[in-house]
């Protein structure tokens, strides 16, 4: 039997789904072989997940990023609304790259794909797949920050979306 790295009630955040509450630890037989399993409930949806012990680090299942490097994230995503970026790439692409990396078990590139979206949706208009990468992305990275800060989501939502909206155009007379 694998050590579990986790116990009930820890807080944990598994990559693409968000911050989640370690149920409990059960045993389950798969196959032939009896398997330690945590019990994740996901708390922005109430889903239930269950993650092998064993597998836990390698599906990227951690612990919430640390105060200090939360607070430098959402920093980096109020100073960054001004920052230029590349999109010479089709939507296609760019849709693909930025599901592979949404995936991430860091928060930081999750949150460097949501600056991005944003930035983008500041120009142009978003594909649809675009938008729910910037939804999801968006819950990603306020779920966990207003976990780690002790803020509200819904304030860092609505202060991200006001920060990186199109810039208004003022009428000449």
Partial sequence: MVMPMFTPDDLVVYPAHGVGKIERID???VGNALCELYIVRIRANNVTLMVPVGNAATVGLRTLTPPGKAAAILES???????RVFIGQNWNRRFREYTERIKSSDLSVVAEVLRELMLIGRSKELSFGEKRLQEQSMGLVAGEL???LHLDEGTIRANLLEAYAPPVMEEKP
């Avoid at 995503?77 to 920052?83: A, E, H, S």
Wanted: net charge neutral; charged share 30%; with cysteine.
């Fill in 27 to 29: 045993q389950r037989n």
């Fill in 77 to 83: 995503l109020y100073t960054g609304c001004d920052k």
């Fill in 146 to 148: 207003a976990e780690v």
